[in-house]
């Protein structure tokens, strides 16, 4: 999958080691290097469990639209389909086995 990143300190915080630890301890910074390997790897959206431990699953209210893979407690990895046109299904849901491009935008806790 192709991955982008909203701002430029988001990717810089995503790319480099130190810069992950500084932020997230040695325990979040590997769990949000793999996230972003497991990411990288799938071909579409549908190929990331749903289920615990990457848990990806979309965001209702405010933030519907929007997708979560958990991180190290309480953190999550958010981000948002990017394909042009966004994916649809005949039920107003997002086609996760056609969304092949994200935009992370941000790490954060969201409850």
Partial sequence: ?????RTKKLQRICSEAKEMRKLY??????????????LQAADALSDMSHLPPTRCHELTGNRAGQFSVD???PLRLLFIPINDPIPMQDDG?????RV???EIFEIADTH
């Fill in 1 to 5: 999958m192709e991955i982008y990143f």
């Fill in 71 to 73: 991180l190290e407690q």
């Fill in 25 to 38: 301890g040695v325990k979040g910074s590997e769990k949000l290097q793999q996230r972003l390997m497991e």
């Fill in 100 to 102: 092949t491009e994200i």
């Fill in 93 to 97: 849901g997002i086609d996760r086995r």
